[in-house]
């Protein structure tokens, strides 16, 4: 079993960074793929970026080149660099975890491939 628990999010400007937290507990953790999700109002959940055990990492078009993802194993967090935040950027951002072969599947962007969810963190970005 994996729990995951957000933090980090918040309101800011255009072109501002935050940083997102997830914190991880169970030992699968360290054998699954990691991933963060956004889902704005009315849209559908879209993969953002994910993270494999071997610490290769891959990103959604959109965020590419604004956006990192890290994996500090000996404090059980993961972590969401968002630099250069764009109003599109406003969603509901949640942490994932799924088994460790998704990460290196074409359906790692896909929520239906992960089983484990966070509750979510609010980031608001403003023109």
């Known amino acids: 079993q994996v729990r995951l628990v957000e933090s980090g999010g918040g309101s800011l400007q255009a072109g501002g960074s935050l940083r997102l937290s997830c914190a991880a507990s169970?030992?699968?953790?360290?054998?699954?793929?990691m991933a963060w999700f956004r889902q704005a109002p009315g849209k559908s959940r879209e993969g953002v970026a994910r993270i494999a055990s071997d610490g290769s990492a891959a990103f959604a078009d959109s965020v590419k080149g604004r956006f990192t993802i890290s994996q500090d194993n000996a404090k059980n967090t993961l972590h969401l660099q968002m630099n250069n935040l764009k109003p599109d950027d406003t969603a509901t951002y949640y942490c994932s975890a799924a088994y460790g072969y998704v990460c290196y599947s074409v359906s790692w962007s896909s929520a239906t491939s992960y089983q484990h969810w966070g509750q979510g963190t609010q980031v608001t970005v403003s023109s």
């Open positions: 169970g030992d699968s953790y360290r054998r699954a793929c």
